[in-house]
């Protein structure tokens, strides 16, 4: 690492955000499997989009298909999907996009990784509290009836830890607000200054 040195472009974030017509943020979804936090992340940009914003959402699944498909789901492999995905966020910030990061990141440590590379002024955590017992009756994907009959481990809620926030930015229970309302408690989040 110590021939690497950081090349400096004459084109910076604020050029970039300028040009966009607002700040770069990253919006950091995190809550159990199931819990929602694609169905919202996929609402919002769509709310944002047709609001004339620069958008991305960056999710578990679609990451984990490429990008980090070589990645394991044990601990360190969660924590190096969370590694990536905040190293490809904040570039993807620093070009001036909103980026809507849908993942578990079950682990605070990793999250705090996040914010720190991203930057706390420009990082937003989402605590997508939705209860277990409503994550497991939607089940989408099937994973809990598959980590309750023993055929998947690592399964956070199960027999894997989710650590909650301690302060997230804002806390929505999908299973308790429409998405409608989440939207709008998101916009006003991303439309409040920075910091």
Sequence with gaps: MQNLHKQDFSITR?????????????VWFTGLSGAGKSTLANALEAE???????????????LR?????????THEGRV????????VAKLMMDAGLIVMTAFISPF???RDLARDLIGPAKFLEVFVDTPLAAC????????????????LRHM??????????????LVIDASA??????VRALCRLIDSPPG
Excluded: C, M, W
């Design 108 to 110: 605070k440590a990793d």
């Design 177 to 182: 607000s429409s998405i409608d309302q989440s």
């Design 156 to 169: 956070t809620g199960i027999d894997s830890p989710y650590e909650a926030p301690s302060k997230p930015d």
């Design 14 to 26: 604020a050029d970039r955000e300028r040009l966009g017509g607002h700040p770069g943020r990253v």
């Design 48 to 62: 944002l989009f047709a609001r004339g914003k620069r958008t991305y959402v960056l999710d578990g699944d679609n």
């Design 136 to 151: 497991e009756s939607r089940d989408p994907k099937g994973l809990y009836k598959k980590a309750r009959s023993g055929g």
């Design 80 to 87: 190096e999907n969370i590694r990536r995905v905040a190293e």
């Design 65 to 73: 298909q490429g990008l980090n498909k070589d990645l394991a789901f």
